[in-house]
């Protein structure tokens, strides 16, 4: 199963292999850089599907906890100064997710999403210490009567040279659930009360949607 925002990519590609398998059958003589061109082509198809897989999976809804947005590694516990939207200190938590990750952002709470921005700006890579605020983002603020609010924010990288989030301001989302899709590689930071009892620590893989952030 794929996400429906690599339909566009994987279709071009495809293409793009077909004509390129063509054309070295056509213009080179030598039989084994055909060889080596057919397998590089087919090993980067294969990268494409799995950077866009969507895999299915089966979330449980609980209004106390918090479930990672995405897919990765914890690479930074630590408190900050938020300043966009609660503007007071938030521990923050950020998950890395590598190329060859998941890339499906979920929805970390159930709840109304009360703020939803986009920011142009650079593309750092995704563990710099300005990427958080000098890279292109998205910040989106779901909040619910059990937990209070919690913010996450999608944030490019390197190779990540597109956002998506479906998040709008008003629209009532459940936990788990689709909020948008970040493309090759970047990161999420989600910030949470001061003084959150965490269930992962630093260096910990989690699933979007599965893993559980914080209990609140």
């Known amino acids: 199963m794929f ?6 990519i994987i279709l071009i590609t495809l293409f793009l292999a077909i004509g390129i398998a063509l054309a070295s059958e056509f213009l080179i003589d030598s039989v084994w850089i055909k060889r080596l061109i057919l397998i590089a082509i ?9 950077f866009f897989r969507n895999p299915k999976r089966t979330f449980y809804s609980d209004d106390k906890q918090v479930v990672s947005p995405v897919d990765g590694k914890v690479v930074v516990i630590e408190e900050v100064f938020e300043k966009e939207y609660f503007k007071d ?4 938590v950020s998950v890395f997710m590598s190329p060859i ?22 593309y750092l890579v995704a ?3 300005k990427a958080s605020e000098d890279n292109e983002r998205t910040t989106v603020v779901v909040e619910n009567d059990t937990i ?28 788990g659930s689709d909020s948008g ?8 930071d989600l910030y949470l009360p001061i003084g959150t009892k965490l269930d992962v ?10 893993t559980t952030i914080a209990k609140l």
């Open 101 to 122: 990750n998941v890339h499906v952002t979920r929805h970390p709470i159930n709840g109304v999403v009360k703020y939803s921005k986009y920011h142009p700006g650079k």
């Open 148 to 175: 209070g609010a919690v913010l996450y924010r999608q944030i490019a990288g390197a190779l990540a040279k597109r956002i998506v989030n479906y998040a709008q301001e008003g629209q009532t989302v459940v936990q």
């Open 89 to 92: 200190k938030r521990l923050q």
């Open 127 to 129: 563990w710099h210490p």
């Open 3 to 8: 996400h429906k925002e690599g339909y566009k």
């Open 42 to 50: 087919i090993i980067f198809f294969v990268l494409i599907l799995q």
């Open 181 to 188: 899709f970040i493309k090759f590689g970047s990161r999420v």
């Open 201 to 210: 620590t630093l260096n910990q893989k989690v699933k979007g949607g599965l």
